[in-house]
């Protein structure tokens, strides 16, 4: 069994910055791409970014040049660092990650951190 467990989260001013992290744990072999998610109240879940195991990046446009995703495979962890935070980023950040576990590849996802954006 995989699990995820993200952190990082929290309240901060507009303009201002948040590392996310979420490290995996249990029985993996090697994790493939991990990516962030996020569900703002009364919307949709959408992409935020994702990486590969090679650490190709892609972004939503939404958040281009403010944030970054990164991994350490040694620590089986991925980051996003969130810089010129608006309030329209304010959602519930969760990350996911297929994992290639036992036998199996398995889609796994975090609980999810709350971060609000607000003056």
């Known amino acids: 069994q995989v699990q995820l467990v993200e952190s990082g989260g929290g309240l901060v001013q507009p303009g201002g910055s948040l590392r996310l992290s979420c490290e995996a744990s249990g029985s993996i072999v090697t994790i493939n791409a991990m990516g962030w998610y996020r569900q703002a109240p009364g919307k949709q879940r959408e992409l935020v970014a994702h990486i590969t195991l090679g650490g190709g990046t892609n972004y939503a446009s939404f958040v281009k040049g403010r944030f970054t995703i990164s991994r350490d495979n040694a620590k089986n962890t991925v980051y996003l660092q969130m810089n010129s935070l608006k309030p329209e980023d304010t959602a519930v950040y969760s990350c996911?990650?297929?994992?290639?576990?036992?036998?199996?590849?398995?889609?796994?996802w975090g609980q999810g951190t709350l971060v609000t954006v607000s003056s």
């Open positions: 996911n990650a297929n994992v290639h576990s036992g036998d199996w590849y398995v889609d796994v």
